[in-house]
């Protein structure tokens, strides 16, 4: 290339911080590689013959490609690009989930994000049979294999339906759902995520009834709000809570749901690692 643009030895000699010599010995073994000739040289000029112009034109395209091949494992190697498989929890999304999701995508616009929306055991199940890549969960249970990092914490509030006799207060204790049917997620979701709000109600002496299932949020809340029973939850809900429906602090000892990102152990790509890091930065400013 610096031959055929300079149309001088000398010239591109000096370009390249090479003797004209070495540069001679290099071009006739290029063109004894390529097998035609590339150059016309007399002692007056040099010109690129027919073969020269078609191989010039490829050797541009080809360091144009090798520049982008290696930008592009810079960006790998920086996490800034390649495809990450992320499980979520639904209720994860009422969170500042949204919100890490738009700063990653502004800070690696390369990058393909694979969301997949199920409850946090099947993420789990996701990350150990390596379907995913990484997880934003609720309450995970301890997994061998998995590496869990608590972002945020938030408490627990009692949803009831508006026309509770509690619905007025400011906020209630929980032995006062005692007698109430509950309308709950299914312990699929995660033995500790199930296990940790009906905690509570084993601190006052009972456990309730789960009258009623159902595996969203809205859902629940929608059921709550028909009068079909009480429940307890991650007070992210109340930002879509119907007007159906009345959201109670807890009195008592504080109880607080963990949302956590996953990853398996030992996981050492930097796509993972950057979101991770960005995961934690969202975090630590929500507090």
Do not use: K
Not at 229 to 248: E, F, H, K, N, T
């Amino acid at each position: 290339m610096a031959v055929a643009e300079e149309l001088h030895f000398g010239r591109a000699a000096a370009r390249l911080n090479l003797a004209q010599p070495p540069l001679s010995q290099q071009i006739r073994r290029l063109e004894a590689i390529v097998g035609a000739e590339l150059l016309r040289r007399n002692s007056r000029s040099v010109e690129l013959t027919a073969a020269g112009e078609a191989f010039l034109e490829r050797a541009r395209r080809t360091l144009r490609h090798v520049q982008e091949d290696v930008a592009e494992a810079r960006r790998v190697g920086q996490g800034a690009q390649g495809v990450l498989r992320l499980g979520f929890a639904g209720s994860a999304i009422l969170t500042v989930v949204p919100e890490l999701l738009r700063r990653y995508r502004g800070a690696a616009p390369l990058a393909q994000l694979q969301l997949s929306e199920s409850f946090t055991a099947q993420v789990v199940a996701g990350l150990l049979a390596g379907d995913l890549d990484a997880g934003l969960v609720r309450d995970a249970d301890p997994a061998p294999g998995l590496s869990v990092r608590t972002l945020f914490t938030e408490p627990y509030v009692a949803v009831l339906p508006a026309h509770h006799p509690a619905a007025d207060g400011a906020d209630m204790d929980v032995s006062a759902l005692r007698r109430d049917p509950f309308v709950y997620y299914p312990r699929s979701a995660g033995a500790r995520a199930y296990e940790q709000p009906l905690s509570l109600c084993a601190a006052h002496g009972f456990r309730p009834v789960i009258a009623q299932e159902a595996s969203q949020w809205l859902t629940i809340l929608r059921l709550v709000g028909a009068g079909l029973g009480v429940s307890i939850a991650p007070a992210c809900v109340r930002q879509v809570a119907p007007d159906s429906v009345v959201c109670l602090p807890l009195r008592g000892p504080e109880l607080r749901s963990e949302i956590q990102f996953v990853q398996r152990e030992g996981e050492a790509r930097p796509l993972v690692r950057a979101f991770a890091e960005l995961a934690g930065e969202v975090a630590q400013e929500s507090v």
